[in-house]
Structures are given as structure tokens and as C-alpha cells.
Nanobody
Framework: VQLQASGGGMVQAGGSLRLSCANS????????MAWFRQAPGKERDFVAA????????YYADSVKGRFTVSRDRARNTVFLQMNSLKPEDTAVYYC????????????????????WGQGTQVTVSS
């Protein structure tokens, strides 16, 4: 599994961005992919997750109603559509994956994911 995140950039508050995470390796029926983010000086936080089987998606409370995570199985890619962006959404966004099913209680724990992409910067100006 090799993950390549892209789509970050700079946008004004209220704007939108769409992140992509392409997996150049294999998947499984229980494959789980997630997005995390890390702002300067802060811990890495869970954003959203989706299972290849179609279970989910799952979101952090801070992004519910604004962000949408989806998967394209044919393209082995997960997307994060981010709308109504706020300055507090500014962070480096990472995609992560695990070949096995990550149980619900562990979805928000970064240690549950074996594979990580390189991160893409999202900056939201006020």
C-alpha cells in the first residue's frame, strides 16, 4: 500500500477544497481509509474515515455537515470534499489506511492505521 495525498492549497473562509488520496497498492474487503490533520503545535486529529466495504462514513464532530469523505474503488482513491472551510481547518492533512477492518472504537486513533501518505497543506484565511 502506497498512499499519495493531493489537492491541498490556500482558500478563503467559506471556500471549498477537495483532497484526494490515491492508493497504488492493494486493498481488501475490510480495507479502511481515513483522513487526519495536524495544525502547528497541536496533536494529530481524526477527520473522517470510510471502509472499502461501504460501511461508514465516520466524521469528527468538528467537520460534520461540512466535509464529505467518499471512495472510488475503481480508482483506488479516497476523496475528502471540504466545504464551508474555517480558519481553524488550517492544517496538514494526512490520509491513512489499514488493510484490516478498523473497529469503530479505534477509527479515531492514528495508531490503528499502518500506512500513511505524505500530507498536504490546507490553509484557510479569514
Amino acid at each position: 500500500v502506497q498512499l499519495q495525498a493531493s489537492g491541498g492549497g490556500m482558500v478563503q473562509a467559506g471556500g471549498s477544497l477537495r483532497l484526494s488520496c490515491a492508493n497504488s497498492g492493494g486493498t481488501s474487503s475490510s480495507f479502511t481509509m481515513a483522513w487526519f490533520r495536524q495544525a502547528p503545535g497541536k496533536e494529530r486529529d481524526f477527520v473522517a474515515a470510510v471502509r472499502w466495504s461501504g460501511e461508514g462514513p465516520y466524521y469528527a464532530d468538528s467537520v460534520k455537515g461540512r466535509f464529505t469523505v467518499s471512495r472510488d474503488r475503481a480508482r483506488n482513491t479516497v476523496f475528502l470534499q471540504m466545504n464551508s472551510l474555517k480558519p481553524e481547518d488550517t492544517a496538514v492533512y494526512y490520509c491513512a489506511a489499514h488493510m484490516n477492518r478498523v473497529i469503530h472504537s479505534s477509527l479515531k486513533n492514528g495508531a490503528s492505521y499502518r500506512y500513511w501518505g505524505q500530507g498536504t497543506q490546507v490553509t484557510v484565511s479569514s
